[in-house]
């Protein structure tokens, strides 16, 4: 005769089920975690570091000119005149500084070298190389006294 407890189906290990549920929770978790933060990242205001790029960009193509040897006032004053529209923003750019004296005499200074170098354009890469310094040493300034 046959042993009835042969033919009796084996119990099964819910184990593999549990570290695959637990491997796909990970996963998802981490997609959400990462979908969060990058919403969160979305929210928040770039508009400082927008105004700092494109300084930063309008004054590498005024250096990278000096380099070139076209330092014509057709090809400076383009920048130039970016350079004095995007330093209109610098307080807007920086609310929390806007009542900082300091950063307001940055701000002021900036505009100034800015509107002396628009009211004379170097014509000339030596004119323009000292113009770019005098810039520089206004960006300098501030950064300084505000950046870490």
Known sequence: ??????????????GAKYI?????????GA????????A?????????????HVQSWHMGQIKAG??????G????????????TMANDL???????????????HSSQMRATLDAALAQPPLNCEGLGATAKKIGEACKACHQDFRG
């Open 1 to 14: 005769m046959s042993d009835p407890q042969s033919h009796a189906p084996q119990p099964h290990g819910n």
């Open 91 to 105: 307080e807007p750019a920086f609310p929390e500084l806007r009542d900082d004296q300091r950063f307001v005499k």
């Open 40 to 52: 969160i990242e979305a929210r928040k205001d770039h508009f400082h570091e927008s105004v700092m």
């Open 73 to 84: 006032a057709t090809d400076s004053l383009p920048h130039l005149q970016t350079l004095r």
């Open 31 to 38: 997609i959400c975690t990462v979908m969060a933060l990058r």
């Open 20 to 28: 695959a549920l637990l491997l796909l929770g990970l996963v998802i």
């Open 66 to 71: 000096i380099e070139q040897n076209r330092c």
